[in-house]
């Protein structure tokens, strides 16, 4: 193992959006296996504090690719197209209605259908945008437009979250 791999080389995959989640779960379990600080106890101390640098090195990386808008994200990044979601808020006219028709109709809910009926035309949003997201990335090769979908990404998984809170204060 090499601290200087990316996560794609550490866990052996391909460089691309779309991945096997058994894979990498698979992956994970065996590079656990070879760098547990247990392992290394016979060793001494400071063969212990590099396999646990390992470890969380591991984990970091499984908890990246595991997820799939930290997966896009640093796949942005790999490939010199940062995300930049504080300071780069552009977004298409059309998704920009978008929100603020989600918005105005999150703000007129009453009832958990209306609710419902939000949430499930996210989730098609959401769907439809990482479908959008795996082609960028892995068959345009355009980075900085998959960035570009990835932080409308952002947004549609922050509202989500939004809904899911309005429905949790309608079930108190």
Request: glycine share 2%; charged share 30%; with cysteine.
């Amino acid at each position: 193992m090499n601290l200087q791999s990316n996560d794609f080389e550490l866990f052996n995959l391909p460089v691309r959006f779309a991945q096997d989640g058994k894979a990498i779960d698979a992956r994970w379990k065996e590079l656990q296996r070879e760098a547990h600080p247990d392992k290394f106890a016979a060793q001494g101390a400071a063969a212990q504090r590099v396999a646990m640098q390992w470890s969380v090195r591991i984990n970091e990386a499984y908890q990246r690719l595991r997820d799939f808008l930290k997966r896009a994200t640093y796949l942005c990044e790999l490939h010199g197209a940062p995300i930049n979601a504080e300071s780069n808020t552009a977004m298409p006219a059309d998704f920009l209605m978008q929100q603020m028709q989600w918005r105005e109709a999150l703000e007129e809910a009453q009832s958990l259908e209306d609710l419902e009926e939000i949430a499930a035309q996210c989730l098609l949003a959401k769907r439809k945008q990482l479908l959008k997201i795996e082609h960028t990335l892995d068959v345009d090769k355009d980075y900085p437009a998959a960035a570009q979908q990835v932080r409308s990404l952002m947004f549609i998984e922050r509202f989500a979250h939004e809904i899911d809170a309005r429905i949790d204060q309608l079930g108190q």
